[in-house]
């Protein structure tokens, strides 16, 4: 039977918007190694084949009320390709991914970067490719605003390729390190790129061996036309947010789809969307633990999340009804939720609580077999083929589907029970890659 | 009485040009994590205040003839940030200093990569800033050369301000993370930079918490007026290779010299000039230790190392005289070390042999006596605060060092037995520092 590929985001102290707050929680945990090195550990524990970083280069949110801002955690945090290297050192078998900007960086650093975290971890690294569109990003980089979105696919396209490209500057076998000939590595066995583009020239070679597992994995989260080109082409993984499972089967047909014309198979590239369990040994206890920390979401950080999309709403009763979106800066943008407001009959508040739990990605809230039934039918229904673990806060809701789904999909034969390889390639059975 | 500090350089495989070839040595060390901690380990063990990391962002020496460069071990290498971290995980008390350029990074990404170093290791980071002068770098980075001396340098000194600014972005005070009241910061200790300046626009604030030693510590190993200056008004530490007392001491007294105008006192700089101790029972010892080192030193790398000041001396007889320079191009390049020759009545063979040992930093020969009285002359002497100790190979010349030189200074009471702090600045005896 094909097993289900599970990632763990292991970011913060977990994805829900209150997380902090949760009593389980240690409310300074993003800028401790301590708590990453208890998540890293349990998901080696719950043999994850990967625990993944998301990266913002900026505090983002700037134009939410003041009142919002100062009760946000996200304006703390390690930096995620130092972490992952710590971590590298913790840890002897889980895939340790990280994002990095294309549009803020420059290749040959990043290509080095993330070479260097593959060899520190023995061949678990990889990379989450995005093109940071925030605007407090760009004005951490000398930008005004982020770069026009195709010059960002543009540049994350030709970025993605140099960096490939430098990766593979040496044959595996390139170094002799012949102690008595006195020579270090066979001339022909190296690679110059020599680079010529339209964002970028450089010449290499990369300074670097070649990675243990051919090259870093390479992960992409695009979901427009161009992202999935992109993704199609250059990518192992693809990350994405997908609620329903008809959408997430069209997003897969569409990104499997465009492999063959890359001379490329349906195995070379895994797709894996975001799935949030909040899990109890009763669906009641689910739903309790779901309530609890609903609960914890202070509304000033409830109406900053729907600021952006129906305005300000402060002066508005929020056990009242959504009000008609007003500002025509705001009208397009509202739509999408205003509407289900209305189907829903959903107040203020309970728009904001809807929104806020999976923020975007599926949630499921049940006992170990709902759960697991929920990541069965997606596998099998060719929505999936794994999953990327979100918890609400870490650790505790890591350990509540590590201590009970986990043993639930085992006992299906769905994922491991054992690590049966050393690098991140061999933990997602993908093939060993190089250009 | 005022103690030493040490610093030990722990870059690749040793300093010496041919310490890969040494029978000690692991000679694909320079790649992988285990060399590298068992050097921290003891550099930890003899109570070293820090580990350096030197970096390069190219493959150096391009233009050495064909038959050298595959002689060369530094094609390989971990980069320093990642490895840093990982080390940061695997030791407690040392301080671990990174180079970082100031001419192919974005100030945002610098501050943040050793900010976050510094949290992991609980306030032990330390930034070596350099303006990387190589060709080779340059071509990686989409330039055909090293930008001007002088624009190297402003730039340098503006990407300083913008990092030391954003590490001050949030007072040590500024996160109350009250899960009650779901405040997480004070926002009158939050403070954004909006730097505008020639080079850079930067708005911050940084996402990340204070270090908890106030800052890294800012290393600079700038020779030049302008590189003394930066240094006089940014670092803590400055790096230098000196070979002789009085020129170590003119050095030390035109820094510390400077420091007045900066509104500093001399105490809030250090000055650690390279010693490269070989140590030996014996001063008989000590020398055969040398010379085997010596012996293994491949003639292509030798003459290569003479190649940018003497031109292409292979069809000469390696153990007859240097010949005059004839090449225009060579000529003024090439004078200091043909008078050298000269005067010592070297041979080609003898004249590498003589450049290559330090590879421009002092070199001292002899027993523990022997290496500490050098260091306590320096230091008594005005020309030092510390050392930066180059082992010729690791890590066995480390093991030398620490096992017979580090007792000696620790019986004349010139360094210490045990750690008395937890953070870089402790080590150094450097008071906390920020803006
Ligand atoms: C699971 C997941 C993780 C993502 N992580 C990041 C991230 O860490 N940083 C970021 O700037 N964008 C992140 N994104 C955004 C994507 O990179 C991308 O911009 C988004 O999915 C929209 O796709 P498009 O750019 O093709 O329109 C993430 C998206 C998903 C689905
Ligand atoms: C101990 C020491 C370490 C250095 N490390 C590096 C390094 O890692 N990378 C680099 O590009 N330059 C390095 N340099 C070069 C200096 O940054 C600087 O360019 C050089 O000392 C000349 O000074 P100037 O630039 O003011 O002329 C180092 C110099 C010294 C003395």
């Known amino acids: 039977m094909k097993q289900i590929k599970l990632g763990l985001s292991a970011w913060r102290m977990g994805y829900h918007i209150a997380a902090w707050r949760h009593p389980s929680v240690q409310p300074d945990g993003s800028m401790d190694l301590s708590h990453f090195k208890a998540v890293a550990q349990a998901a080696e524990r719950y043999r994850f084949d990967l625990i993944f970083m998301p990266d ?13 801002r100062s009760r946000g955690s996200h304006v703390a ?3 995620p390709i130092t972490l992952l290297s710590a971590l590298a050192a913790l840890t002897q078998h889980v895939g340790l991914v990280s994002t990095g900007s294309t549009t803020y960086a420059e290749p040959y650093n990043t290509a080095r970067q993330f070479l260097s975290l593959d060899h520190l971890s023995n ?26 979105y195709n010059l960002r696919y543009e540049r994350a396209s030709e ?37 010529k583009g339209d964002h970028f020239n450089v010449r290499g070679p990369l300074h670097m061996a070649r990675s243990p597992q051919g090259e870093p994995v390479i992960f992409f989260a695009g979901d427009s036309e161009a992202g999935r080109d992109v993704a199609a082409r250059a990518a192992d993984v693809v990350f994405t947010a997908k609620q329903t499972l008809e959408d997430a089967q069209a997003f897969y047909a569409s990104v499997k789809g465009r492999l063959a014309a890359n001379g490329r198979t349906e195995d070379e590239l895994l797709i894996m969307p975001g799935l949030m369990p909040i ?28 600021y952006d999309r129906l305005g300000d709403l402060s002066d508005y009763d929020l056990d009242g009804p959504v009000p008609e979106p007003k500002d025509p800066a705001f009208r397009s943008r509202a739509e999408v939720i205003y509407k289900l407001a209305q ?16 923020r975007g990605h599926r949630v499921v809230i049940g006992t170990a ?8 039918e997606w596998q099998e229904g060719r929505a999936a083929d794994g999953f990327n673990i979100i918890p609400t806060h870490l650790p505790e809701a890591l350990d509540d589907f590590g201590t009970l789904v986990i043993p639930e999909l085992q006992r299906r034969g769905l994922v491991r029970t054992e690590y049966d390889g050393t690098s991140l390639r061999d933990n997602l059975g993908l093939p060993k890659r190089g250009l």
């Open 56 to 68: 913002e280069l900026a505090i983002r949110g700037e134009d939410n009320p003041e009142g919002a």
């Open 77 to 79: 945090e390690l930096e």
């Open 369 to 376: 077999e709902d759960v697991a039934d929920a990541m069965q």
């Open 123 to 148: 061949g678990r690294a990889g990379w989450n490719v995005v093109t940071s569109w925030g605007k407090e990003d760009a004005l951490n980089f000398g930008h005004l605003a982020a770069p026009d």
């Open 279 to 306: 899990v109890g040994r009763t669906r009641e206890e689910a739903e309790a633990k779901h309530e609890a920390l609903q609960n914890l979401i202070d509304p000033l950080i409830g109406l900053a999340s729907l």
């Open 159 to 195: 970025f993605v390729d140099v960096v490939r490209g430098l990766w593979n500057s040496w044959d595996a076998d390139a170094f002799l390190r012949d102690k008595e000939s006195g020579l270090f590595f066979d001339p022909q066995k190296m690679h110059v790129l020599d680079h």
């Open 343 to 358: 189907k829903e009959g959903y107040t203020i508040r309970q728009l904001y609580m809807a929104l806020a739990s999976g």
